[in-house]
């Protein structure tokens, strides 16, 4: 397998996730954390920015990003999946996943 279907198989494996929450981290004042989860709610990826990376030539927050299913995490709350899984529909329902949130 040449380098261009190594690369090819690896975008085909990424999982697309939508936005679900955005909190503010307790240990640090100028970070924000970005949770995406998947439309059933069972996995999540997290994504943490610094406050300062939102002004300026600032980097968008999209309604989705693709990652690979080795990044994401396993929501194991019920209530939380439920949550997320809603949150998630909504956010398809709503907008593209280039959107800018």
Do not use: C
């Not at 990424?14 to 640090?28: A, P």
């Not at 998947?38 to 920015?49: F, L, N």
């Amino acid at each position: 397998m040449d380098t261009t279907e190594t690369r090819q198989s690896a975008e085909e494996e990424k999982v697309q996730v939508w936005l679900v929450e955005r909190t503010y981290s307790d240990d640090e004042q100028n970070l924000i954390i970005l949770t995406y989860a998947t439309p059933d709610g069972t996995r999540d990826y997290r994504k943490e920015r610094a406050l300062t990376s939102f002004t300026g030539d600032h980097r968008e927050t999209t309604a989705a990003v693709e990652v690979p299913p080795s990044n994401l995490g396993t929501v194991s709350d019920p209530e939380t999946r439920e949550r997320y899984a809603a949150e998630a529909r909504r956010m398809r329902e709503r907008h593209d996943p280039d959107d800018a949130i």
